[in-house]
Nanobody, 123 residues
Framework: QVQLVESGGGLVQAGGSLRLSCAASGHTFNMFAMGWFRQPPGKERELVATLALNTGITYYGDSVKGRFTISRDAEKKVDLQMNRLKPEDTAVYYC?????????????????WGQGTQVTVSS
């Protein structure tokens, strides 16, 4: 089993920045990727950003490209720097991880999920 602990959510004004962190523990050997997904109010969960841990290859959702950056802070810790936040970025943000080797970030292929952290952007 893999445990994921998220931190860094909160309330911010539009145009501001927040940084989320996710630390993995447990059976992290050979973990292929970590990333972030989010679920806005009343909507389905969607891709934010993922990072393949060995290659460094990243993927971003279209709505966050150029504003959000995923990076590796430690061996099994990733951060999500969110800049120029918009009210539509308001969501519960979930950290996710997988041992499965993926060509593309598919939500259903991520096996481990954090509890989620709320990000609220006020207009």
């Amino acid at each position: 089993q893999v445990q994921l602990v998220e931190s860094g959510g909160g309330l911010v004004q539009a145009g501001g920045s927040l940084r989320l962190s996710c630390a993995a523990s447990g059976h992290t050997f050979n973990m292929f990727a970590m990333g972030w997904f989010r679920q806005p109010p009343g909507k389905e969960r969607e891709l934010v950003a993922t990072l393949a841990l060995n290659t460094g290859i990243t993927y971003y959702g279209d709505s966050v490209k150029g504003r959000f950056t995923i990076s590796r802070d430690a061996e099994k810790k990733v951060d999500l720097q969110m800049n120029r936040l918009k009210p539509e970025d308001t969501a519960v943000y979930y950290c996710a991880a997988t041992h499965t080797i993926l060509r593309l970030p598919v939500e259903g292929d991520y096996d481990y999920w954090g509890q989620g952290t709320q990000v609220t952007v006020s207009s």
